[in-house]
C-alpha cells in the first residue's frame, strides 16, 4: 500500500489486512506492519468462490491499536464475477513468458496451449494447429522465427501458444486484446468519507 494517510498521533499507522468475500474473513492482524504509511504486505490469499453468491470481494486496510479497536484506513471492493465472465480473461493476466521454473514460473492453472485451444473453441474457430514454429486458426497463420534455425530447433507449442493470446486482437473479426499480467493499483476509500482517495 502507498500514502496510506496516518491513523495515529505520531503521523504514522500501524496497517494490517482483512479480506472479505462472502461469508468468509481473513484477518492478518498478528502481521500489522507497524509505524509505516507505505507497507509491503507480501502475503497471498487464496478463497473459494461461488458465483452469484460470493462475487464481492473486499480488501481493507486497518490501522492497528494496543488500546481501543483497531480503525479501518480504508477498503476497496472487486467484482470478482464480472472478471470472470469477461471475455477478455481477466482471471490471470496473460503473463510476458512461458517459464516452468523459478520466481516467474507460469501461474495459471491452464497452460498457454489449453487456454488457445478454449478460445478457439468459445469463438467456434478452427483450429488451433501446431506445426513446425507456426500456428494455424481458421485461415490465419501465425510464424515463429528460431534463432538457431540452422540447428533445426523447434519453437515449443507452449511458447508459440503464447505469443499467439498476445496477438489475439489480430484474429479476424473475432479478436480482441486479453488482459495481460500486470500490478493493479487501486483506491482505498473510507464508507464515512466518500469520494477521498488513499
Known sequence: ??????????????????????SKRTSDKENYISKQLNPIFGKCFEFEATFPQNSLLTVQIFDWDLLGSDDLIGETKIDLENRFYSRHRATCGIAQRYETSG??????PMKPTQILTKLCKDNR???????????????QVFTFRVENEDEGTRVSEEHTALAVLHRWDQIVKIGYKL????????PLYHPDKPGIEQ
Open 103 to 108: 520466481p516467474n514460473q507460469w501461474r495459471d
Open 1 to 22: 500500500a502507498s500514502d496510506l494517510h496516518p491513523a495515529d498521533l505520531n503521523g504514522k499507522a500501524d496497517p494490517y489486512i482483512v479480506i472479505n468475500l462472502g
Open 125 to 139: 474457430l478452427d483450429g488451433p494447429h501446431f506445426m513446425h514454429n507456426r500456428i494455424t486458426i481458421g485461415n
Open 179 to 186: 488482459v495481460e499480467e500486470h500490478v493493479e493499483t487501486r
